[in-house]
């Protein structure tokens, strides 16, 4: 009982430590902020027959792979410290600009190599002499740390949004980047999540348009009028609702890397990688086929790695609202924080650097509708690029076995084209 209130939450965990099933069951407390944790046991999943390539770690995944990297920490004016690992060329001249790579929601820096040598694009671009660095969002298991908050105490260490990856994260990694290089400009390629950062940062603090010498933009979001998954819209119209339980039992942090979903999809895909995975994926982008079973396999390892409520309900939002906008804070908020009663839409006609969309028929969290209406208002607009494969989705712009003819090809020959300008 809580301020007249009865707590009736409840959480069950299930956790498998060698021959020893332990259930614990907690009521979470209104006040303190609710972390639920599982240790990684590389031994269990070893004598399981994992992929061990699904359990590696970036540096480990790129060693193994023959390549070396360099790992960084940079802080946000926030006070995050966000993780960025540097694959180095073996080039004895590298090419003239940097790449800074940044991943989708849920997702972490191993998304550009977990794929293997010859589709991991991190690689790939490695092996044509470009200098990569890979980023990760502030929350996910590289970036789980600030100055002053702890994670697993501190509401408010989870209290942002895609507007924060956007104005503090993206910002500060290219800095840093363009620091650590000794370069002007860089290119940014991003995925998903990674591209909506893209435009928040280059729409709300244009003059970051200057650093950036082209951006490719994988399954890019922004605007979420056309989405097509039934899951996703009908979770939207509960956004408010869902988000006020959660704040009511302070989950902020959801599906990390060792909470309970991640282990136990991690395990399922790793005995039935095709008819389990392929469906969760057909469930979130529309996904049909042109990943390996073994691909599969290994992504639901690097998959949902945490994120937080606030992310989650913006985006709820901009389904709603069928706006490309910032976080809806409430009347009274919003008009102490922008000035009016609701929050301004991010104005992307001042995306003034060079951008290429690279987009497909088939992907339902991307949708070409959504793509159009973004590509209508960029007003340096490269080209818009569409996969004409009915199968191609959303995680295929990663993974797909025909990712290298249909969509690294096209990169490359932009990067060396803008090499030259």
């Known amino acids: 009982m809580q301020d007249g209130k009865m707590i009736s939450y409840i959480i069950l965990i299930v956790c498998v430590q060698g021959s020893v099933l332990t259930i614990s ?8 902020l609710l972390s639920i944790s599982i240790p990684e046991n590389r031994a269990l999943k070893r004598s399981l027959g994992f992929i061990e390539d699904t359990y590696y770690n970036f540096t480990e995944l790129a060693n193994k792979y023959g390549h070396e990297t360099e790992e960084y920490e940079v802080t946000t004016d926030d006070g995050y410290l966000l993780t960025i690992f540097r694959i180095k060329t073996k080039c004895v001249t590298p090419r003239p600009y940097p790449i800074v790579l940044l991943h989708g929601i849920m997702d972490s820096a191993d998304a550009w190599i977990l794929a293997g040598p010859e589709l ?3 690689y790939i671009l490695a092996n044509n002499c470009y200098d990569v660095w890979a980023a990760n969002h502030r929350g996910n298991q590289y970036s789980r740390k600030h100055i002053k908050l702890n994670p697993n105490t501190d ?9 924060e990856h956007g104005y503090y994260d993206l910002p500060a990694i290219v800095d840093h980047v363009l620091n650590a290089s000794n370069k002007e400009k860089v290119y940014f390629i991003g995925h998903s999540q990674g591209t909506t950062d893209f435009f928040i940062m280059t729409s709300i603090r244009p003059e970051y348009n200057n650093k950036i010498h082209l951006s490719i933009q994988l399954a890019p979001v922004a605007y979420l009028k056309h989405l097509k998954i039934p899951l996703a819209n009908f979770a939207a119209k509960q956004t408010e609702l869902i988000k006020n339980i959660l704040d009511d039992i302070s989950l902020q942090e959801l599906l990390g890397k060792y909470e309970i979903i991640h282990p136990v999809l991690e395990q399922l895909c790793q005995v039935a990688p095709v008819p389990l995975c392929e469906f969760i994926l057909q469930l979130t982008t529309g996904y049909k086929d042109g990943i390996s079973p073994r691909t599969l396999s ?3 390892g690097h998959l949902v790695v945490g994120v937080s409520a606030k992310t989650l309900s913006h985006f709820g939002q901009l389904i709603q609202s069928k706006k490309f906008q910032r976080y809806d804070e409430g009347r009274e908020i919003n008009l102490q924080k922008y000035g009016s009663e609701n929050p301004p839409e991010y104005n992307v006609s001042k995306i003034t650097s060079a951008v290429l969309l690279m987009c497909s028929k088939n992907d339902l969290l991307s949708s070409l509708e959504n793509v159009n209406e973004l590509s209508s208002r960029l007003p340096n607009l490269v080209e818009e690029y569409v996969v004409q494969d009915k199968s191609w989705s959303h995680h295929n712009f990663l993974w797909g076995i025909k990712a290298p003819e249909y969509v690294f090809n096209k990169i490359l020959g932009y990067l060396k084209k803008y090499d030259q300008i």
């Not at 069951?25 to 303190?32: G, S, T």
């Not at 509401?155 to 507007?163: A, K, L, P, R, V």
């Open 25 to 32: 069951v907690i009521y979470p407390h209104p006040h303190k």
């Open 120 to 122: 991991g694009l991190g």
């Open 298 to 300: 290994v992504a639901f």
């Open 155 to 163: 509401f408010e260490f989870w209290n942002y949004s895609i507007d």
